[in-house]
């Protein structure tokens, strides 16, 4: 697989020859680039639930291409759909893919709606790096790249589209614990693009803010509500209030709008061992953060701004 | 060595048959309790550096008895004292200790010097437990603890006075990116001490606070400038704005007082490598919180507020 030529189909894609789903495993990268194949629901479920691939609208292509696997292995749908909905509380994908699905649960029609998302991604970062003058030196949070959305990437295609006009300057990469999605994924798609980037502890972003070296922060989003509240990577939260403390803006790059306000939104809890086998810990994969520390929530219809409850009220 | 039992000789120590300093090694904890035998200066420094001892009085601590160890081998106390100076650029501890020793550089003032900081701390922490109300649910970042001092602890001297004077409900753990001072010291302190606590990730703390799970913050600190700015671990900054915004206090239990404003303050920027082997990585060991985000400064002379050039004026 060449890195710089990422494609969709490298990292999540339906082979009828089998039949199954074929996902790049995250959990390797970037020490390696190996591929993963699931010959039943239940093997994407595990491979969803122990991150194999993550990020809400690759998630959410990886279950409609299971329910095309469903569907050819004479499961029962219902079924299918209910293990894979329940795999990651917090991506809403899933149940919306898997509602897509359900009247042609086809390979074809899974491929289309791969095809849907990253156009998306592409009209999201198109609109996004309208926001980045020249120089800008932003800060990211996760991965929100192609690896997240089964290509292009909704925060990391803004960086990538602001970068190829020349208006990006570097990228500044939380590390993202415990998982380390920023320090694994995010800054192996930078390499792979060719964009300046240096990796920080999560904890350092308030420093660097504070030095004058962020221009913006940008991250994806697992949901958004309707009235802008959004749930994203544990993280995204602090990040939001150490933005407004600086008066730098947040742009959050991603569509969801199924839920009325950011209070219900499910956040799952993950295993304490992910932090660490020794001691007692708390670990939730995400936080909301609130409409009002959101300088500007990115779709792929364009830039919306507060009063978010009807900026946003045109897309639902 | 007794879990329950640790004592400031067993945090650092001088032993004159040899002669040689003596210490834990903080890297090999939580997993195994190993000591470390320096036989020269120069191995005193190697450990300092790579923080086999590491918080800035133990190693003023872990400096005297090097510099009383240089004057039984018969060095230069001049070289020697600049080595060690030298080994931790935001540690100004070291310096001190070092000048103090001078005059008299014998293993017995440098115990003598040993036991007055962990005094030093004793009274910290029960001037700082002042500060806490029944059922205190406090956040702490980094390791300010008996390991960090030579004995007992600054931050963690204050929540070990306050957990036995019945004031203290629980203590969250900043697991405290890149080298987990946190996860690894922290969190076995407070095990020992019988202390109810969880680790999280560093980015969780601002989700613990709007979910209105933290009643304050308590963190030792590197440097105190005369203003009251304060040099401490990378994060206590983000953590400083964090708890502004939640309206939480953030309190400083430590003394130093030797610099004008935090911004004459070195900061100290270690190996990338600490970080990601993989990557560009920017590793700043320490960051400022500016004074007027801290609630009060707690030496052991008292609690302190602000105006800090006031109210620290006659420490000085």
Redesign the interface.
């Known amino acids: 697989m060449g890195r710089r030529n990422l494609e969709a189909t490298d990292i999540v894609r339906y082979e009828e020859d089998g039949p199954r789903v074929v996902l790049l495993d995250q959990r390797r990268l970037?020490?390696e680039e190996v591929e993963l194949e699931c010959r039943s629901v239940a093997e994407v479920v595990v491979a969803i639930r122990e991150l194999a691939i993550r990020g809400a609208p690759a998630i959410g292509v990886a279950a409609a291409y299971a329910l095309a696997l469903a569907a050819a292995c004479g499961d029962d749908l219902d079924e299918a759909a209910e293990l894979l909905a329940a795999s990651r509380p917090t991506a809403v994908n899933l149940a919306w893919a898997l509602e897509q699905m359900r009247d042609d649960p086809t390979p074809g029609h899974a491929r289309a709606l791969h095809e849907e998302e990253v156009e998306r991604c592409h009209a999201m970062a198109a609109h996004a790096a309208e926001l980045f003058g020249p120089g800008t030196r932003a800060l990211t949070?996760c991965n929100a790249g192609g690896l997240a959305t089964g290509g292009y990437g909704s925060a990391l295609g803004a960086l990538r589209t602001a970068w190829e006009r020349g208006a990006l300057e570097r990228v500044?990469?939380?590390?993202?614990?415990?998982l380390l999605q920023g320090?694994r994924l995010t800054?192996?798609e930078l390499?792979a693009a060719g964009i300046p980037?240096?990796?920080?502890?999560?904890?350092?972003?308030?420093?660097?803010m504070?030095a004058g070296d962020v221009d913006c922060v940008v991250t994806g989003a697992d949901r958004i509500a309707a009235n802008g509240d959004t749930a994203n990577k544990?993280?995204t939260?602090?990040?939001s209030?150490?933005a407004?403390?600086h008066r730098i803006p947040l742009y959050v790059v991603a569509i969801d709008l199924r839920t009325p306000t950011g209070a219900e939104i499910p956040i799952e809890e993950r295993a304490?061992e992910e932090?660490?086998t020794?001691?007692?810990?708390?670990?939730?994969a995400f936080?909301v953060t609130p409409a009002d520390l959101i300088a500007a929530i990115v779709t792929e219809h364009g830039v919306h701004r507060a009063p978010y409850v009807q900026s946003l009220a045109a897309l639902v």
């Open positions: 970037p020490d949070h500044w990469v939380d590390e993202t614990r415990p320090a800054a192996w390499e980037h240096a990796v920080i502890a999560d904890s350092a972003a308030g420093s660097l504070a544990i993280g939260y602090s990040l209030v150490l407004a403390h304490a932090l660490t020794r001691f007692a810990a708390w670990n939730p936080d």
